[in-house]
């Protein structure tokens, strides 16, 4: 019986061994099968083994779950990249405005600055203005003046009394003739100062307008002074005093007229 036991393990152990056998490549024992020859070089297993995109095995297909991730990873990606092309095109869109703005407050500037500039210039002409102010000189202080002190040798009235009176001049229509010649000559140099004002702030800006007028002034004042002179009180309102006043009320309206493009701003 003990024999018939171990014949019935000897013979399970043999079919384990055998069972064994079908499922192990064989090692290249002496008492195993040799191992089947591999083909030479790399052989590419057929398309239909891997059933992966582009022919790629199966592993390194991604689940459907992962492409779906990796889909919307990637359009969030480039939304954000669009996003931001938006924001710096917007950007340099709002720079270029702005520097659009600052150059034109600078050309108004610049404008206003250059009007400026040339109603304070002086012009060319404005030689014309420098010699009505000489002719004015030579009206008043030579040919008035001249006038003057040829009466008062001829009157007798002396220095330095300013007008003749009873006692430098008792004969009375010398004394008239005198103050005549004399209240003519007051009355023109009374009025020079704003002759001179006025046509130098005109000639600034219209030179030949101011050149005239003050010509006018100038003929105005002769005629003015000789009406006066001639020991005749009316006789100081003639043609050519209107003449004059027409030249002095020019050069007033020339004035004003820049005064208020000047303020315009």
Avoid: W
Avoid at 28 to 46: A, F, I, S, T, Y
Avoid at 221 to 248: C, H, M, Q, W
């Amino acid at each position: 019986m003990i024999q018939s036991v171990k014949a019935g393990r000897e013979a399970a152990r043999a079919n384990a061994r055998a069972r064994v056998a079908t499922f192990v490549l064989p090692c290249g024992g002496p008492d195993e099968p040799p191992l089947p020859q591999q083909p030479q070089g790399r052989q590419k297993p057929p398309a239909s083994t891997f059933p992966g995109a582009n022919g790629a095995p199966p592993s390194l297909v991604p689940p459907p779950a992962v492409a779906r991730a990796l889909q919307l990873a990637e359009e969030r990606a480039e939304k954000q990249r669009a996003a931001q092309a938006r924001q710096e095109k917007e950007t340099v869109a709002a720079m270029v405005a702005r520097k659009a703005v600052l150059d034109a407050e600078a050309e108004a500037i610049k404008e206003e600055l250059r009007k400026k500039r040339q109603l304070l210039a002086v012009p060319k002409e404005f030689g014309l203005v420098a010699g009505t102010a000489v002719a004015s000189f030579v009206v008043h202080h030579i040919y008035m003046a001249t006038k003057v002190v040829k009466a008062r040798k001829k009157y007798e009235v002396k220095y330095p009394a300013l007008y003749a009176d009873k006692d430098n001049c008792p004969n009375e229509a010398n004394r008239t003739a005198f103050n005549c010649v004399q209240r003519g000559h007051q009355n023109s140099l009374e009025n020079l100062p704003t002759f001179l004002g006025l046509l130098t702030i005109a000639g600034l800006k219209h030179p030949l307008t101011a050149s005239a007028f003050g010509a006018a002034y100038l003929l105005g004042r002769i005629a003015y002074f000789e009406g006066y002179s001639s020991g005749d009180p009316t006789k100081r309102v003639n043609v050519g005093t209107l003449i004059g006043y027409i030249g002095l009320f020019g050069l007033a309206g020339t004035c004003i007229k820049i005064a208020s493009t000047f303020f315009a701003k």
